[in-house]
């Protein structure tokens, strides 16, 4: 693997194979989401790579909201790479009752930003996408050419929906300006940090089993079935695997980023509260949506086109994952 960030152009010169060699080290870059939970693990991984602080720009609210496409062209002044990684998600619960700010805010500021660094120049522009993007009917695991297949899930249609558009925008970009857009579709995310609103399903499960532990509850209460299965990447590896896309990926259709392995709902709540010596009973609310049954993304195509592959191995993911918010509730 090229180390360092080398972003690779293959031209064809003369009938002859050309490769120049764009040192990315060297670029100012546009981290959206920079402060989140993904992008808190982009930036560390920019910064072990020899990227100053100086050279990358993380938007802060509210001077710098991205539904304002003037904030999006003083940003973008000036970058030559772009990471989208901003974007209003959570659980399912959050996903049932904000569907509308959902789907508004993350098309506004997907569609807003790609045009402002469409004008100014950039030269690369990474999209964070969503494995929900898949329809419910795709076989799995999930391959990119399946995308279009049929219609997303419900519980996630204004989220999905919203992603699906830039990936659109995107190709419609490249193919009419040839703006280097990428399009990457990333699974369910856990690891130690602060998420978003409404959390991520590793989280809700941990800090359930931490109340009933604070409280002496005997038990704790689940939404769905347990029966759906997912698909889960660590936040080193995502943050890994989009950097290496920015780095080396050219395609024009979207490629996925995941582990490559699925586990039942069940099974993870049953290893949760294993790992945390929680021996209380698992109440499954059977009245809440499970999603779609089954998630799994195939990331052949990513260890193919830019050498991703997830390292992190999930027990020792969901330890440390674990241990980070134990410590956040003692320090409560």
């Not at 960030?5 to 031209?11: R, V, Y």
Request: charge should be neutral; proline fraction near 3%; include cysteine.
């Amino acid at each position: 693997m090229v180390r360092g960030f080398l972003h690779l152009i293959i031209l064809n010169v003369g009938g002859s194979l050309c490769i120049k060699m764009l040192e990315l080290k060297d670029k100012k870059i546009l981290l959206t989401g920079g402060s989140g939970f993904l992008g808190s693990y982009v930036l560390s991984e920019l910064q072990k790579q020899g990227i100053s602080d100086s050279q990358i720009i993380i938007p802060r609210l509210p001077g710098d909201d991205l539904r304002d496409i003037k904030n999006c062209r003083r940003l973008v002044q000036g970058c030559q790479v772009v990471l989208h990684l901003a974007g209003i998600t959570g659980d399912a619960q959050f996903h049932e009752t904000k569907a509308a700010e959902i789907f508004y805010d993350n098309l506004i500021m997907g569609i807003q930003l790609m045009e402002a660094s469409r004008e100014l120049g950039v030269e690369k522009f990474v999209a964070i996408g969503s494995a929900t993007e898949y329809p419910e009917n795709a076989p799995l695991p999930f391959r990119e050419e399946n995308l279009w297949m049929g219609r997303v899930g419900k519980l996630h249609e204004a989220y999905t929906v919203a992603k699906k558009m830039i990936l659109v925008q995107g190709q419609a970009y490249q193919a009419q300006y040839h703006f280097p857009a990428v399009h990457l579709l990333m699974t369910n995310l856990y690891g130690p940090g602060k998420e978003a609103a409404g959390g991520f399903v590793i989280t809700n499960i941990i800090r359930r089993v931490l109340e009933a532990q604070a409280t002496a509850k005997e038990e704790i209460e689940v939404w769905g079935t347990g029966q759906p299965t997912r698909d889960f990447l660590y936040g080193t590896d995502a943050a890994r695997g989009i950097i290496l896309a920015a780095e080396k990926y050219e395609g024009v259709e979207p490629i996925n980023l995941g582990s490559g392995w699925e586990i039942s709902i069940k099974e993870l709540v049953e290893m949760i509260c294993r790992l945390m010596d929680f021996k209380g009973k698992i109440i499954w609310n059977t009245e809440k949506p499970d999603g779609v049954l089954r998630r799994m993304l195939d990331t052949s195509h990513a260890e193919k086109a830019f050498g991703f592959r997830a390292l992190t191995s999930f027990e020792d993911g969901l330890r440390a994952t674990i241990d980070w918010h134990r410590a956040q509730k003692t320090a409560e």
